[in-house]
């Protein structure tokens, strides 16, 4: 097939590079100029694992332009994967998405063929009906179903693992405004998929409201282990991992995101439910355990300073090892140890901080009290006190017995990572989440 994905960033350009890879012809298309340079040039603008070698392979079967019209043009599928940031609401915003489709619909209105025009960017329900498809409509002077096709397809994807997600999906959700367009976009991903996934085709605003159903009940699962650690860690013998470990063998339940630890963050799970508790409020629905989940998380921050706060003195430097809100990736939106950083130089503790791919930015008002150090060992080097807060390997692989033995010092572990604590060395305090 011919497709165009308008949207270059990290799912964008590793879509194109993905479908690009088994044999599509690809027309990738943003309206950032340095990117499509760099991508003409053969450069690799963003940061994803797997994306450079990916981008090397695909080269051949793509094209780069700012030029919208001559995509759509020359494709058959038109995927749209650009931002729609969150409102003061809640609500996500759909500017870009429509931005695009107003871009999009003079070329819609010259095609012969029919086109299918799939938006991949999540939006709230409803805005397929009410706004996407009247306003191609309307500037195309076409019918939705009958002279072109509309697609709400989502992604589940994380970032760090996009392509091997993206390769190997569980499920392919479809929304779609005929049969022929589900189907045309069926036959796209059978093409390219390495998995076996479920292909589930309904309805639009069935499609709308599966994908944030789904991220939410993601995180009451993660919540719940989160919740079990608290509750085992205040029980004489209790360890969440044994725990969860038999609830996971257990198929009603289920083994993934049920790890008890610092909960969820990054730039999908925290607004999705943001927008899930909007969608249901702007229906007239009450929602009890969505906006629980939301609670339950954001009081982790508070739990873990309150259990440093009681153990280590103020004034004192608190080794914090892991800004990014999960490993594989350097990016920290919503991230916890973000939080706990701004609580610990609020309330005067110096931070010694470090991670493995993220720029860790030290809030200007607190700059002389906050310092991030190349590697961890310095950072530790440098505290009384060490929090692990992102499962990275790095910190799981260090050398914990010879730097317990230098001097006295507390970790406080809110994975169970650190596998070679001298527990049986008085200098080494050891704390572990569950």
């Not at 796209?188 to 709308?208: G, H, K, Q, R």
Request: aromatic share 8%; glycine share 8%.
């Amino acid at each position: 097939m011919k497709i165009s994905v308008i949207g270059l960033g990290k799912l964008g350009l590793c879509t194109a590079a993905c479908i690009a890879s088994k044999g599509h012809s690809v027309v990738g298309v943003d309206n950032s100029e340095p990117v499509v340079n760099a991508l003409k040039k053969r450069l690799c603008p963003i940061r994803e694992n797997g994306l450079e070698d990916l981008l090397e392979k695909s080269f051949k079967c793509m094209t780069f332009t700012m030029d919208v019209h001559e995509a759509i043009l020359g494709t058959d599928v038109t995927l749209i994967i650009v931002p729609t940031p969150s409102g003061p609401s809640g609500a996500f915003v759909n500017d870009r998405v429509t931005a695009v489709l107003e871009t999009a619909a003079p070329a819609l209105a010259q095609k012969k063929d029919f086109h299918v025009v799939d938006v991949v960017s999540t939006v709230m329900p409803g805005s397929s009906q009410r706004e996407f498809i009247p306003l191609l409509e309307e500037a195309a002077r076409k019918k939705c179903g009958v002279d072109f096709g509309f697609i709400y397809n989502p992604e589940f994807i994380a970032l760090g693992s996009v392509i091997r997600d993206f390769l190997n999906p569980d499920l392919v959700l479809i929304g779609a405004s005929d049969e022929k367009s589900g189907e045309t976009v069926r036959n796209l991903y059978e093409s390219f998929v390495d998995s076996a996934p479920e292909f589930a085709v309904m309805t639009l605003i069935n499609a709308e409201i599966t994908k944030l159903a789904l991220n939410c009940y993601v995180t009451m699962k993660i919540t719940y282990a989160n919740e079990l650690a608290r509750l085992c860690e205040a029980v004489e013998g209790a360890d969440v991992d044994v725990v969860t470990g038999a609830l996971g063998a257990d198929t009603r339940v289920g083994r993934r995101c049920l790890k008890g630890g610092l909960g969820f963050a990054g730039p999908c799970f925290p607004r999705d439910n943001a927008a899930f508790q909007k969608f249901a409020a702007d229906a007239g629905v009450e929602l009890f355990l969505s906006p629980q989940v939301v609670r339950s998380n954001d009081s982790i921050v508070d739990y873990l300073f309150s259990v440093a706060a009681r153990r280590v003195e103020k004034g004192a430097t608190i080794a914090l090892l892991g800004f990014a809100y999960k490993p594989g990736t350097h990016i920290t939106e919503c991230s916890q140890s973000l939080a706990l950083m701004n609580r610990f130089l609020e309330a005067g503790y110096r931070i010694a901080a470090h991670d493995p791919m993220a720029e860790v930015e030290i809030p200007s008002r607190h700059g002389d009290a906050a310092t991030v150090y190349g590697t961890p060992e310095e950072a530790v080097a440098a505290a009384s006190a060490v929090l692990l807060l992102t499962p990275w390997p790095e910190y799981s692989a260090m050398d914990w017995e010879k730097l317990c033995k230098e001097r006295p010092i507390y970790f406080f572990d809110c994975w169970r990572i650190a596998k070679n604590i001298p527990l049986g060395n008085a200098k080494a305090r050891y704390w572990a989440l569950g």
